[in-house]
């Protein structure tokens, strides 16, 4: 009857843990930290502040659970962190090298202008469509100071219209 208590036991804590990942960190690793509004009330006070903050780097490993971290004094809370506070910091070295050769010398991410004007109306975005009645405005408008009399007013109309 016992073994049977302990297999089902065992089997039971396999199902709830299969979802946990185990994190093991090292001193020296850089972290994030979660702000929890119980631990942290000053740097939670409503829904449009950080949820983490970092990153910190791990000073000691006290256990598998838990870990020291170097915070600052200004937090006011104890450095020690249970693992389902930390998450592991990534540098995000793929967005500076995106940052360096977006526009590199003869690259151009525009739209050719001869393209621009073979695409089809049914395809036209939004923003291509009121670049276009822009243009269009702008070209009645240059034609409207060479119309004279009563079709001045009439094509200042139909440009207020367009645009």
């Given at each position: 009857?016992?073994?049977?208590?302990?297999?089902?036991?065992?089997?039971?804590?396999?199902?709830?843990?299969?979802h946990k990942k185990?994190?093991?960190?090292?001193?020296?690793?850089?972290?994030?930290?979660?702000?929890?509004?119980?631990?942290?009330?000053?740097?939670?006070?409503?829904?449009?502040?950080?949820?983490a903050n970092g990153p910190f780097e791990v000073l000691e490993k006290i256990n598998d659970n838990s870990y020291k971290v170097d915070l600052p004094r200004d937090y006011g809370v104890s450095a020690t962190f249970n693992v389902?506070?930390?998450?592991?910091?990534?540098?995000?070295?793929?967005?500076?090298?995106?940052?360096?050769?977006s526009l590199q010398q003869g690259e151009d991410d525009g739209v050719p202008f001869s393209q621009d004007m073979e695409e089809d109306s049914s395809s036209l975005t939004r923003s291509i469509a009121s670049?276009?009645?822009h243009a269009m405005a702008q070209i009645l408008e240059k034609s409207q100071t060479v119309v004279i009399g009563?079709?001045?007013?009439?094509?200042?109309?139909?440009?207020?219209?367009?645009s």
């Open positions: 009857m016992r073994r049977k208590i302990e297999k089902t036991n065992a089997s039971y804590q396999a199902e709830a843990n299969k185990k994190l093991v960190f090292q001193p020296g690793d850089l972290v994030w930290i979660h702000l929890r509004k119980e631990r942290f009330p000053s740097k939670r006070k409503n829904k449009l502040m950080p949820r389902a506070d930390l998450s592991a910091y990534q540098a995000d070295d793929h967005l500076e090298d995106l940052r360096m050769t670049s276009k009645v009563s079709n001045n007013q009439k094509l200042a109309s139909v440009v207020h219209l367009i």
